[in-house]
């Protein structure tokens, strides 16, 4: 009986000594980052979330979770959450797995369904949102992505930030020169007669105009070899 017991303790200590738990390590994105469609204050929730898993991260991405701002409206509603991967950034490759819809949304966290991602890779989606809206300006702009296994591991994880702006802090002004067809002109003789006599004073009719909707300044130079020019 003692030596059962005592195969029995060193099968225990065996174990303990050769058994390694497998670990899921998180780490930081190579590169991520969440570009918004508006900026400004209050508007429509939309945008694009790019992101290239490290090397480092252990594990097969199975979700990816977006965490809002906290001034920002989200609504809870997974239904109210969609993505797409059309138009997406140069060079990059669309989500692998992404869901259509969101499968859950905890207070400023939306988590969509992901395949696994290859590190080396830069993948995007789109996504959009109803009932949900952008902050005020300046106030709690920070936010987080982050990639998950199936047991709800973190693998990857970053904090992003966006600016929030006033619809009046953006303007953009532009001029454009106006072509000749815009500055339609034509000159008629109001003197009858050719060829004439010396010393004969000719009148001329220049009438002229603008096609432009805007306002363009115009002026007209006369210049004859023939002859002299009075008035203006």
């Known amino acids: 009986m003692k030596k059962i017991t005592a195969l029995i303790f060193l099968a225990l200590i065996l174990f303990v000594y050769f058994y390694k738990p497998v670990e899921i390590r998180a780490s930081g994105f190579a590169n991520a980052y969440l570009r918004l469609s508006n900026q400004s204050a209050s508007s429509p929730l939309s945008g694009t979330v790019c992101a290239q898993a490290s090397a480092a991260g252990a594990g097969s991405e199975a979700k990816i979770a ?23 950034p140069q060079g990059s490759t669309p989500w692998p797995g992404i869901g259509a819809i969101a ?14 991602l290859t590190s080396g890779d830069l993948y995007c989606f789109n996504f959009a949102a109803s009932s949900s809206t952008t ?11 982050t990639t998950k296994n199936s047991s709800n591991n973190t693998i990857d994880s970053t904090v992003y930030a966006v600016a929030i702006v006033l619809n009046n802090q953006i303007a953009v002004n532009a001029s454009v020169d106006p072509q000749a067809s815009n500055l339609p002109i034509s000159i008629e003789s109001e ?5 004439f ?11 002229y105009g603008s096609t432009s909707t805007g306002s363009v300044p115009l002026t007209i130079q006369a210049q004859w070899y023939d002859g002299t020019i009075e008035g203006d």
């Open 103 to 116: 499968t859950s949304v905890s207070d400023k966290t939306v988590t969509f369904a992901s395949d696994d």
């Open 197 to 207: 006599p010396q010393d004969t004073t000719i009148t001329y009719k220049i009438t």
């Open 66 to 88: 977006i965490t809002f701002p906290g001034s920002f409206t989200v609504s809870s509603d997974p239904n109210d959450w969609t993505t797409n991967t059309a138009s997406l």
């Open 191 to 195: 003197t009858a007669g050719s060829p």
């Open 135 to 145: 902050g005020a300006t300046g106030s709690n702009l920070n936010g987080a992505l």
